[in-house]
């Protein structure tokens, strides 16, 4: 079994989601899990992923990459950080309205608006269509803390990328920290870090 079905068995199996699975330098095994989110959640307070919930994918996903005999050093389990992947329809719609960040499989090409023929990379405020998805943006400069704009002055001109899912290489939430509380504060972000396991009597909690 691969290492992105085993994790996703695991997670999902406890009732929680896989966000993403990261390999870094020093053999780190970062997981990033949430809970599962649907269309009907939209209109309840939102929940957030707890340290006990990342415990328990912990000694759950020890046991089962030690089983597979998966290679790594140290395993780390959290949740979703400011910059969070959306990989699925639902997380999608669950961020509509918000800013994201879209990285697409092939570059645009010739186009009627004046965009780089060439370019991939996309940060606008995603959108939901009746064709698929959009993200909306402008080019103007962003406007400095403190600096005043007139209210007789014309908004910058809006541009608009149509797409759907399997033209996207990549989309997060844009990392943008809005200190005006205008967006809802992200979640605490519990992580359980753990060691590989040198045998299986140890004890991991």
């Known amino acids: ?24 330098a020093g053999g780190l095994l970062r997981i990033t899990i949430d809970l599962p989110w649907m269309p009907e959640h939209a209109a309840l307070p939102e929940q957030f992923v707890t340290i006990e919930d990342c415990e328990k994918v912990t000694r ?10 998966i290679d790594y050093n140290r395993l780390e389990v959290s949740s ?10 639902n997380d999608f719609l669950r961020f509509v309205g918000e800013e994201v960040d879209i990285t697409l499989k092939e570059p645009i090409g ?16 995603l959108e939901q269509t009746e064709s698929g998805w959009q993200i909306v943006w ?29 033209e996207v290489r990549e989309a997060r939430l844009a990392p943008v920290v809005d200190f005006k509380g205008r967006r809802k504060p992200a979640a605490a972000n ?8 040198e045998n299986d009597a140890q004890d991991t909690e």
Do not use: C, W
């Open 80 to 89: 979703p950080g400011i910059d969070r992947l959306l990989r699925h329809g």
């Open 110 to 125: 010739p186009n009627e608006s004046n965009i780089a023929a060439n370019r991939k990379k996309f940060r606008g405020t």
């Open 1 to 24: 079994m691969s290492l992105q079905s085993l994790v996703e068995q695991t997670v999902q199996g406890l009732g929680l989601d896989l966000v993403e699975i990261e390999r870094s």
């Open 60 to 69: 759950q996903l020890q046991y089962a990459l030690e089983v597979d005999g």
């Open 138 to 166: 402008s080019d103007a400069p962003p406007v400095k803390p403190g600096q005043r704009v007139s209210k007789k002055k014309a908004p910058p001109p809006l541009q608009a990328l149509g797409f759907v899912l399997d």
């Open 190 to 197: 519990p992580a359980q870090e753990q060691p590989r396991p």
